[in-house]
Every structure is written in structure tokens, then in C-alpha cells.
């Protein structure tokens, strides 16, 4: 074969990027508002970052952008990515007879990527060697450097159904063996060397985000696909039974529910919820599952200690018609291990501990605390600081509580800007018990160790709440990402009813939940549809992203939310200003119509750095 050469202008970063949420996959530009590339476009880029990261869904914008032709010639990455692979499979693997331009994607590791950087209108040159199946890649800087990689697109297929249990080994369908190529070639794009069963899946393919995925969906139907395990469904993008009550454009409402029909009749759960790990039957310690939607994969990985990759929207439709997945990654005890410690003890020691202790002696003051807003100031703080690695996250052990809410919001967070599904927690979560369990870890992790600072913990809160700077009028308060528990609905009921001051009728303040959740909270769902609360269920914020629900008044229109995740993707999603605070701060402004500037405003569980330095300074002195 002739060799290939692809020439194209490097758009390089060291950070990496959502695809979902951060690039659009309409006209391949980068809309993630944090991300150093904001504002580039991607089309017939050469795209150098180390990772995806934060959403599953990623794999659905690479098809749509394969399908739209506006994605990049090619992606060079410093670590495997089965995300953004799995989009570009499925591209070739079920629109094959369509005219579409798939990427090269290769991994060069940690050496070679960091000799790729970004020089104005640079150009890199790959030629794809004359091998028989174009797997061997050789990339060129302008004569400035040679790396040899491989196109992870053509590697050869290493895995075999053959010898594993059940029926796995004959596909029953056309829909199967077809399920059954996508999970053999992700295998092994990731380095598998085996399959393994689950026993659940959670398909997070069930958003709609074009008709590359509708298309995907039916026509796994009309190849008789069935899962094979207890499968459950993500939100989806409407709710399906009161999308025209709610005013949603037709054509969406019937793309998004033709979506989820196409699930239902694989034979998934009618769930459609983004919090599964809220439903009855969750998984439990050591059981291997196919979770997709990032946050429900770090809960479950994290807090209950099953066992799951990240993995990408479409294979898991593929898994659970299969039963089987890759035994890679973090399925494998020794991948569990971490690799890097965030120590957070002295900042919670010398700056929260303090004030919490001061708030904590009136009840009503821990709601004004806001302390729940720092769980997803921290999830997102250390997603950053990982670096891709697992994470040991010391000191939170030294708090008066961790509730399981706490944990589902600083899961959400973290899987924003973490690419590792997983993190430990000492003496917070299954697998970082004791001593002597938490010493190994942090021997395992050897000098990688970083200290949060305040600094750190401030920079966090402030790069969240993204929209200050447009001011404290408030035009829609956004509850329930993720879904929200039982627990967070009593909390709100209980906000509410510390004082009698009605909802500002100027404010529209909704929440978003599970059916299964809703019908279990009832009675506090009656209270905050009393107070004003619309309550929407099946989709999620994520996925709302057009009018009437989102403010159409833009840019002035403002969301606040106390979702680190939301507040992540929010700005990009939607184009409003989003402002992020704790579930009190919600409340207050839906009473108030704005952002208070009193107590509970803000990081006021955070001691005064001046304060702190003050009595350090004075104990020295002793």
C-alpha cells in the first residue's frame, strides 16, 4: 500500500477534554469555557491531548462528528482513550457504507507526547506506513521529531469469545455478533487479554445527542438485540411522559423518546436515571459490572467498591447485549491501587474544622454553613490534581460527617475533570479502611503527593462559580445533578421551612429525579411542589439544554445550581452564566430572586486565612 500522509495544523494542550459538554459536535468547536482551547475548532485539526475526560458520552460526539465530517484528521494521545475509540468504532463498524471520515487515533505515552507542543502554525505530518493494515504510524514535526505509534483504529483483534461461559460464544443474532466485534476490538484497544461476565449494566447511550445515535439504537433493534444482564437507563433528554405539558419542540421530544423506546425494547429497564446507584439491587464490593455515565461510575467504583471501567456510550449497549467485558483497567485488583496522594488534611484541619465547629452548634447554622458545597469544590479540585492517576485523598476523615449525598455530589465533581474512574477516600471508602490498608496506599503512590491548599480549594469554588462576575440576580435555580436522593429531597423541605417566605415568582426553581426516587420521597415531593419546585423526571440537566426549560434571555440569564458537575458543563452547554453555591444558597434565592451576600454566601465554611495565619504565627512565638 501507498503510504498515507495527513498534514494539519496541531491544536495542542496538556489538559484534557470532554468531548460531551466540551466540544460541539455540530461544527467541532471546543465550547468547555475552562479548557485552553475554548473557542478553536477541532474540524481537520490535529488534536493533541493527553486524554478525554469527565463524560461517557464522549464516544457519541466523535460519531457524530464522524458523521457530520467535522471532526479531526487525526488524534495523537499520551494515554489510550477507549472513549473516543469506541465512537469512531462504531462508525465503522455500522456505517460502514456511508462516505465519512474516521481519524486516526494513536497513544505515544508520556515521553513522546511531551515533545509535542503547540508553535503558532506549526504542522505535523503523519505517514502511515505501508504495512497490509495500516496499524504501524510514524508521526513527523516538520523534521523535528519521529514517534512510532500505532493507529489504535487497526490494531488486530486479540480477544476471543471462545471457552467463555454461556451462550456468549455463538451469537444468537446478527445484533450480537456485531455487539460482540465492538467489545472485541475496544478490548483490545485497551489491553485486555481476556473477557470476564458481568452481573449488571447501566446504558448511559440513551441520551440524544444526533441521528448517528438514534440510527446506532434502532438498528440493534431491527438486528434482535436482547441484553443479557439486569441492564438500567441513564436520563434521558426529555421527560417522556409530560415533554408537551413542559413545551418541548416536537421533532426533540420525538428523537429523544424514540431513543429510549429503541433501549426499552433491547430489553433495558424502564429507570432513566443518571443516580442508579440510588435504585434497589445496587452492586456490591468486588462485583464486575458495565456502568456507563461518568458519575454513576466513580460512585460505584469509589463508594461501594464494584468494579467498573469509564466506559464509552455504545459499548455499553454492546456489553450488556453480550454479558461479557474486557478484563481490564480497574476490574483487576492490582489496577485499583492508587498512584498519587492529595493530602487535604492541613487545609481542613487549620481552615474548615474551626468554623465548622463554630456552626455546627446551632442546627439551623449547618444548612447556612453551606459545608455541602465543598464536596463538589473538592470532587472537582481533585479531579484536576490527579493528573489521570488514582487518587489517596487524605483528611476528610477529620470531618464530623460524610454523608453518602456528600460523596454522590464530590463523585459527580470529580468525574468532570477526572479521567481515572475511581478514587480512594481514607477511612471513607470500602478499599481505604485502617491503617496499616492506608499507609500501603501511600507507600504504593511513592513522592507523587500534593497538598491542597487554600488557594487550591478558593480557585476551585471560583472557576465553578463561573458567572459571578454577571452579577446576583438569579433566573432559574437547577436541583438534581445527579438525580436527587430521598435524603436531598428531606434536606431541601428542611431549608425551606426555616422560615415562611415564599418562592419568588420570578424565579423558576426545578429539580430533577428518578421515578423510583420520586415515588419513594413523595411526601417531600409534595412539599416542594407546594413551595414552587417543578419536578421533571427521566432526563437530566445535562440534557436540557434548550427553552423553556434554559432561560432564553441569554446572555443575561443566569442558573444557579449546586452541582459541581452541572456547574462544569453548564456554561458551554447552555451560553448562560452559571453560578454555583450550596443547596441553602439555592433556596434563599429562590425566596429572594438573588445570590445573598450573608451567611451561608459563598465559601463561608472556610476560616479566614488571616484568622489562621494569625494563630499559627502566635503559637510560634509560644
Excluded at 508521526?139 to 469469545?161: D, P, Q, W, Y
Excluded at 445527542?209 to 446506532?216: A, P, S
Excluded at 454492546?318 to 493530602?343: F, M, W, Y
Aim: proline fraction near 5%.
Amino acid at each position: 500500500m501507498t503510504p498515507i500522509n495527513i498534514t494539519g495544523k496541531v491544536l495542542y494542550s496538556d489538559v484534557g477534554i470532554s468531548f460531551w459538554g466540551g466540544i460541539d459536535p455540530l461544527n467541532g468547536n471546543v465550547i468547555e469555557q475552562t479548557h485552553p482551547l475554548h473557542g478553536k475548532c477541532i474540524k481537520d485539526a490535529i488534536l493533541c491531548i493527553p486524554s478525554g475526560r469527565g463524560s461517557c458520552t464522549g464516544s457519541q460526539v466523535m460519531l457524530e462528528l464522524c458523521l457530520n465530517g467535522n471532526g479531526p484528521q487525526a488524534i495523537i494521545l499520551r494515554d489510550v482513550d477507549a472513549i473516543l475509540c469506541t465512537g469512531a468504532v462504531i462508525a465503522e463498524e455500522f456505517f460502514n457504507d456511508e462516505n465519512i471520515s474516521i481519524p486516526i487515533i494513536c497513544a505515544v505515552g508520556e515521553e513522546s507526547f511531551s515533545q509535542l507542543q503547540q508553535n503558532g502554525e506549526e504542522e505535523v505530518i503523519i505517514s502511515i506506513e505501508s504495512n497490509k493494515d495500516n496499524e504501524n504510524i510514524v508521526i513527523r514535526m516538520n523534521g523535528k521529531h519521529e514517534i512510532c505509534s500505532r493507529n489504535l483504529l487497526a490494531m488486530k483483534s486479540t480477544l476471543s469469545f471462545d471457552g467463555c461461559d454461556g451462550e456468549a460464544q455463538q451469537p444468537k443474532s446478527q445484533a450480537e455478533k456485531l455487539a460482540q466485534r465492538v467489545v472485541q476490538r475496544i478490548g483490545c484497544i485497551s489491553g485486555a487479554t481476556e473477557l470476564i461476565p458481568i452481573t449488571s449494566a447501566h446504558i448511559d447511550a440513551v441520551t440524544y445527542i444526533g441521528q448517528g445515535g438514534l440510527r446506532f439504537a434502532q438498528r440493534l433493534v431491527e438486528l434482535d438485540g436482547k441484553v443479557k444482564v439486569p441492564t438500567t437507563l441513564n436520563s434521558q433528554s426529555t421527560d417522556r411522559r409530560r415533554w408537551e405539558q413542559l413545551g418541548i419542540d416536537k421533532t426533540l421530544a420525538t428523537n429523544a423518546n424514540s431513543v429510549g423506546d429503541a433501549y426499552l425494547e433491547l430489553g433495558c429497564a424502564m429507570s432513566f436515571t443518571c443516580a442508579p446507584y440510588l435504585l434497589p439491587n445496587k452492586p456490591g464490593l468486588g462485583d464486575n459490572i458495565m456502568w456507563g455515565e461518568s458519575n454513576a461510575v466513580v460512585f460505584s467504583n469509589s463508594v461501594l467498591g464494584a468494579r467498573t471501567e469509564k466506559y464509552a456510550d455504545y459499548f455499553d449497549i454492546c456489553a450488556a447485549i453480550v454479558g461479557l467485558v474486557p478484563n481490564t483497567g480497574v476490574h483487576q485488583t492490582e489496577n485499583r491501587k492508587p498512584s498519587i496522594v492529595i493530602d487535604a488534611t492541613d487545609f481542613i484541619e487549620e481552615h474548615l474544622l474551626p468554623q465548622i465547629h463554630t456552626d455546627i452548634v446551632d442546627e439551623k447554622c449547618v444548612y447556612k454553613s453551606g459545608i455541602d458545597s465543598l464536596f463538589p469544590a473538592m470532587g472537582w479540585l481533585s479531579g484536576n490534581l490527579s493528573d489521570g492517576r488514582i487518587p489517596l485523598i487524605l483528611g476528610f476523615d477529620l470531618l464530623p460527617s460524610v454523608s453518602s449525598d456528600n460523596l454522590k455530589a464530590f463523585c459527580a465533581a470529580y468525574g468532570t475533570t477526572g479521567s481515572s474512574p475511581l478514587f480512594h477516600m481514607a477511612n471513607i471508602t470500602p478499599e481505604a479502611m485502617g491503617d496499616n490498608v492506608i499507609n500501603d496506599m501511600i507507600q504504593s503512590c511513592g513522592d507523587r503527593r500534593v497538598q491542597v491548599s487554600k488557594e487550591d480549594v478558593v480557585e476551585a469554588y471560583t472557576t465553578l462559580d463561573s458567572g459571578k462576575q454577571s452579577g446576583d440576580d438569579i433566573s432559574l435555580v437547577a436541583l438534581g445533578n445527579p438525580h436527587l436522593s430521598v435524603g436531598e429531597m428531606k434536606d431541601l423541605v428542611d431549608i425551606i421551612s426555616l422560615d415562611d417566605r415564599p418562592k419568588n415568582e420570578k424565579v423558576k426553581v426545578i429539580a430533577t429525579l428518578g421515578r423510583q426516587i420520586h415515588s419513594e420521597g413523595d411526601l417531600y415531593a409534595q412539599r416542594l411542589t407546594d413551595f414552587g419546585v417543578e419536578i421533571l423526571n427521566d432526563t437530566c440537566w445535562c440534557m436540557l439544554l434548550h427553552p423553556p426549560i434554559i432561560p432564553s434571555a441569554i446572555p443575561s440569564a443566569k442558573i444557579l445550581t449546586n452541582s459541581g458537575k452541572y456547574a462544569h458543563y453548564g456554561p458551554g452547554l447552555t451560553n448562560c452564566n452559571i453560578r454555583f453555591g450550596s443547596m441553602y444558597q439555592c433556596i434563599e434565592a429562590a425566596k429572594t430572586g438573588r445570590m445573598g451576600s450573608n451567611k451561608g454566601a459563598g465559601m463561608s465554611w472556610l476560616r479566614p486565612f488571616t484568622t489562621h495565619t494569625l494563630i499559627r504565627h502566635i503559637r510560634k512565638i509560644r
